[in-house]
């Protein structure tokens, strides 16, 4: 019982913490495009930047959406027998 209990919180910091990283980077690359391409064609800038909030919405989402399971393996874990 006690393995099965740490190896939930392991797995829980992994879906964090992995999740974390993704998004960094994922964000991190996208703002860095978003500079290349703002720098070359500045008129659509405006536009740009609109789509870039956008998914930089939509993958801080799916996150989130990580830390919720996370969350719910920790608090309300459905593996263990009680």
Same mark, same amino acid.
């Given at each position: 019982?006690?393995?099965?209990? &740490?190896? !939930?919180?392991? &797995?829980?910091?992994?879906? !964090?913490?992995? &999740?974390? !990283? ?18 070359? @064609? /500045? ?5 740009? @930047? ?27 874990? /459905?593996? !263990?027998?009680?």
């Amino acid at each position: 019982m006690e393995n099965i209990l &740490g190896l !939930v919180a392991l &797995g829980c910091g992994l879906i !964090v913490g992995l &999740g974390a !990283v993704g998004a960094s980077i994922g964000i991190g690359l996208m703002g860095g495009k978003f500079l290349e391409s703002a720098a070359r @064609q /500045p008129e659509l800038m405006n536009d740009l @930047q609109a789509k870039m909030f956008i998914l930089a919405g939509l993958i801080d989402a799916a996150f989130l959406i990580g830390v919720a399971i996370a969350l719910l393996f920790a608090f309300a874990n /459905p593996f !263990v027998l009680r």
